[in-house]
């Protein structure tokens, strides 16, 4: 499984985004879909997932502004960002798991910044 992310870039303080991120190869192997990120300095971090069933959960910082969602082949996963904070600002990653492990897209950055 290959994976895309793209939708990142500089965005003010309130300001909203769309991440997307398209999956190639083996997406009928795939599971359940993620996002990660890491902020500057900082641990990539779980920021949420949608299971096959379409069952998300989220990291608290980001739930009420954040939306997971997928279409219905699971080739592709978008993360909805609204409300976007400084805090926010990161290297977001996406993540399928299929039966065989886990693969990673190579990443899109967000700045929140003024």
């Known amino acids: 499984v290959q994976l895309q992310a793209s939708g990142g870039g500089l965005v003010q303080p309130g300001g909203s985004l769309r991440l997307s991120c398209a999956a190639s190869g083996s997406t009928g192997s795939i599971r359940v879909l993620a996002w990660y990120r890491q902020p500057p300095g900082k641990e990539r971090e779980f920021v949420a997932r949608?299971?096959?069933?379409?069952?998300?959960e989220y990291i608290d910082s980001v739930r009420g502004r954040f939306s997971i969602s997928r279409n219905r082949s699971k080739t592709t996963t978008s993360l909805q960002m609204v409300s976007l904070k400084p805090e926010d600002t990161a290297v977001y990653y996406c993540k399928a798991t299929t039966a065989w492990g886990e693969y990673w897209g190579q990443g899109t950055l967000v700045t929140v910044s003024s």
């Open positions: 949608i299971m096959g069933g379409g069952q998300t």
